[in-house]
């Protein structure tokens, strides 16, 4: 086990910025209204199981169907392009479609809000770069603040008010962008050097 401080901190803010639980306050909050309770805890652990079992099937997966994680990776940062061009711009380019069968903690809080399209591609494109290990810490670190958020979501909309997490979510939309370009120039390179 290589710990490296450096590699959690960046992983850490990479999930935190693609997650954006912060700047899905209002969506938590509109879905505390809707179902009338949220179960923070449930979310929570759904949302961190699934990051975790893609962090380590997810590379299967893709060589099953022939995918290279480089690729992935490529794919994954155009993704995160689009998803940081969201929260900057402040426009929707994914829709979001409701189902009422499933419980609120699970759809659309742990899947697909808080553990999306957006962070599974995020969790292979980093582990194309940093050990398994730092991304866990980093993955558990996220889980604890959604906890906490979710927990705290009606005070921290009141502290920080519509403006405050509107900042928060164009802030994170531009180092979300810079880490798109910077996973893109890295994974290309390697497709690149691979043929």
Same mark, same amino acid.
């Given at each position: 086990?290589?710990?490296?401080?450096?590699?959690?901190?960046?992983?850490?803010?990479?999930? =935190?910025?693609? !997650?954006?639980?912060?700047g899905n306050i209002?969506?938590? !909050?509109?879905?505390?209204?809707?179902?009338?309770?949220?179960?923070? %805890?449930?979310?929570?652990?759904?949302?961190?199981?699934?990051?975790?079992? /893609?962090?380590?099937?997810?590379? @299967?997966?893709?060589?099953?169907?022939?995918?290279?994680? #480089?690729?992935?990776?490529?794919? &994954?940062?155009?993704?995160?392009f689009f998803i940081?061009? %969201?929260?900057?711009? &402040?426009?929707?380019?994914?829709?979001?479609e409701e189902n009422?069968?499933?419980? *609120?903690?699970?759809?659309?809080?742990? /899947?697909?809000?808080?553990?999306?399209?957006?962070?599974? *591609?995020?969790?292979?494109?980093?582990?194309? %770069? /940093?050990?398994?290990?730092?991304?866990?810490?980093?993955?558990?670190? #996220?889980?604890?603040?959604?906890?906490?958020?979710?927990?705290? @979501?009606?005070?921290? %909309?009141?502290?920080?008010?519509? #403006?405050?997490?509107? +900042? +928060?979510?164009?802030?994170?939309?531009? !180092?979300?962008?810079?880490?798109?370009?910077?996973? =893109?120039?890295? #994974?290309?390179?390697?497709? /690149?050097? !691979?043929?």
């Open positions: 086990m290589q710990l490296n401080f450096k590699e959690i901190f960046t992983a850490f803010m990479v999930l =935190f910025a693609v !997650i954006d639980i912060i209002p969506i938590v !909050i509109d879905l505390r209204k809707k179902a009338g309770h949220i179960q923070s %805890e449930k979310a929570s652990i759904i949302a961190g199981v699934i990051l975790i079992l /893609f962090l380590f099937l997810g590379k @299967s997966i893709l060589n099953l169907i022939g995918i290279d994680v #480089n690729s992935f990776a490529v794919a &994954g940062a155009f993704i995160l940081a061009l %969201e929260m900057i711009l &402040g426009i929707t380019l994914y829709k979001q009422a069968s499933m419980t *609120t903690a699970v759809f659309p809080l742990a /899947f697909p809000l808080i553990a999306g399209p957006g962070s599974l *591609t995020t969790l292979l494109s980093l582990r194309a %770069e /940093f050990r398994t290990e730092n991304i866990i810490i980093a993955v558990l670190m #996220n889980v604890i603040i959604i906890y906490i958020v979710l927990k705290t @979501s009606s005070k921290i %909309e009141r502290v920080i008010g519509q #403006n405050g997490i509107n +900042i +928060i979510r164009k802030v994170f939309g531009v !180092i979300l962008l810079a880490i798109a370009v910077k996973l =893109f120039a890295h #994974n290309i390179k390697a497709l /690149f050097d !691979i043929a």
